[in-house]
């Protein structure tokens, strides 16, 4: 039974008594006594077609007084929560069942393991949850409160570490140029105490005999999505070729997706059609004296960078700062920076942005 908008937002005493539960589309206020003497009690409808509510209350043969309920999206600027919290109002004398609901859009697609346990704050109260994983979309979880006097206040759910949400990855691919080099790109759409990711390369679908690829590229720690683009250049055999990406976070956490698999054919079967992929093709000679070229591609047209830094991450040479159509850029650059003055010898790190889509390429200047 679902209420609709008939129920008055605020009522007296309310009688529930419905085998099949009782759904309540807006938010109501008992000021009385609310009696639940079957079924459940619903508070908040979920839009878009949702099977389950953002809140269910579960008891029977009870009474409660002062009875409102709600939930909102609720973004957290810290990822410490997820971005749904629940105003819950109610005295009651008996413990109650309640069934929280959010999406994995909320939680930023977290995966909650026996690593990362999952607990319920009513208010400064916090109570770690033990039951199954929710692994579903939308989330469900039951929870069993026995302290009844914290059913009142705001709701809220995170680690019960008090940890961070960590990187919310969309997509992990890989990509094949004309050269033979393999492309990784990874989309995330949030990230927060990610410190930055390693790459790891193995022939056959095992993580433990991977090689990692001599690469820590730094997260970005953004609520924005960001892309990342790294070039595998040291793949020399036919084969098929497995990657896995890691995500290492600040408090010494860390976790892998993947693997991708792709498959490298070196025979020449004719001339083919080159695809442009945005990011850093290749820098030659390298090492270097007195001078390299950056070459560049743009799969679009997008303003771009492109800036070298030395090994103490500080900007030392801008090399590109406009707008570029699609096509395939030389660079040059003299070992010099912003000053004309010569660099000392050492490793440098060319980054490039492009429309979002970054890159990066170590150089070597040799004197």
């Known amino acids: 039974m679902v209420t609709g908008y008939f129920l008055p937002t605020t009522v007296n005493n309310l009688t529930i008594n419905n085998p099949n539960g009782v759904a309540i589309t807006n938010s ?9 003497l079957s079924g459940s009690i619903t508070g908040t409808i979920a839009p878009d077609g949702y099977e389950s509510a953002y809140l269910v209350v579960a008891e029977s043969g009870v009474s409660m007084q002062n009875f409102s309920a709600s939930s909102s999206t609720s973004p957290d600027p810290t990822y410490t929560y997820i971005d749904r919290q629940w105003t819950f109002n109610t005295t009651t004398n008996t413990p109650k069942d309640v069934t929280f ?7 930023y697609d977290f995966d909650w393991s026996e690593t990362y346990k999952l607990a319920i704050f009513f208010g400064e109260t916090k109570y ?12 469900l979880v039951t929870f069993s409160i026995t302290d009844v006097s914290t059913l009142s206040g705001t709701i809220k759910i995170g680690r019960a570490d008090a940890g961070t949400l960590p990187v919310e990855l969309s997509s992990f691919t890989a990509v094949l140029s004309a050269t033979n080099f393999i492309q990784l790109q990874w989309v995330t759409q949030s990230e927060t105490n990610c410190a930055g990711y390693r790459l790891y390369r193995n022939q056959s679908d095992d993580l433990e005999t991977a090689t990692m690829l001599n690469a820590f590229i730094e997260a970005t720690n953004t609520s924005q999505m960001q892309i990342y683009v790294y070039w595998d250049r040291e793949v020399y055999e036919d084969g098929t070729y497995y990657y896995w990406l890691q995500n290492l976070d600040f408090d010494g956490t860390h976790a892998f997706h993947g693997p991708i698999s792709i498959t490298v054919t070196f025979e020449n079967t004719g001339t083919p059609n080159i695809p442009i992929i945005t990011g850093i093709n290749s820098a030659f000679p390298n090492p270097f004296n007195p001078r390299t070229t950056i070459e560049i591609g743009l799969a679009r047209g ?7 830094y030395n090994q103490r991450g500080q900007l030392v040479r801008n090399l590109l700062n406009g707008y570029k159509e699609m096509g395939t850029y030389m660079l040059s650059w003299d070992g010099t920076d912003n000053n004309g003055r010569i660099l000392p010898s050492g490793t440098y790190l060319i980054r490039m942005d492009a429309g979002g889509v970054k890159s990066h390429h170590k150089v070597v200047l040799m004197k």
């Open 302 to 308: 997008a303003h771009t960078t492109v800036a070298v």
């Open 28 to 36: 109501t206020t008992v000021n009385g006594v609310l009696y639940q």
């Open 128 to 139: 770690t949850y033990n039951g199954p994983y929710p692994l579903s979309d939308p989330r």
């Open 101 to 107: 609901t959010w999406s994995s859009d909320e939680d």
